[in-house]
């Protein structure tokens, strides 16, 4: 299910994703060695030490997704899935100058 985001988002033009993990980390680690080149994206990892709830990882990624420069990002959810083109929604946000852009699909 995570390579399929990560392939929707490398399509988008994503080069780069953070994955925020708390639960069985080596695993994800072990994905990462993996699947990085595979997927031919940068992996890095945002892992909590301690449960900080569902915003917990996103709040110690800030530094990585908030550079200053304003250029937006994608954040998701592991176990939702959409078919949705993320380069459709990417160019809706810019388009707009928007401040965020939420895309939701029925499950």
């Known amino acids: 299910m995570i390579c399929h985001q990560i392939e ?3 399509a988008a033009g994503v ?3 953070i994955l925020a993990i708390n639960y069985q980390p080596e695993v994800m680690m072990g994905f990462i060695k993996e699947w990085g080149d595979k997927l031919g994206v940068k992996i890095t990892c945002s892992q ?3 449960p900080m ?3 917990g990882p996103l709040a110690l990624a800030r530094h990585l997704l908030d550079d200053g420069s304003g250029k937006p990002f994608f954040v998701l959810n592991s176990d939702v899935v959409c ?3 993320m380069k459709d929604m990417l160019d809706f946000h810019v388009a707009r100058e ?3 852009t939420i895309l939701v ?3």
């Open 8 to 10: 929707a988002l490398k």
């Open 15 to 17: 080069t780069e994703v």
């Open 48 to 50: 909590e030490t301690e």
């Open 53 to 55: 709830g569902t915003a």
């Open 83 to 85: 078919p949705y083109p």
């Open 98 to 100: 928007a401040e965020a």
């Open 105 to 107: 699909t029925k499950v």
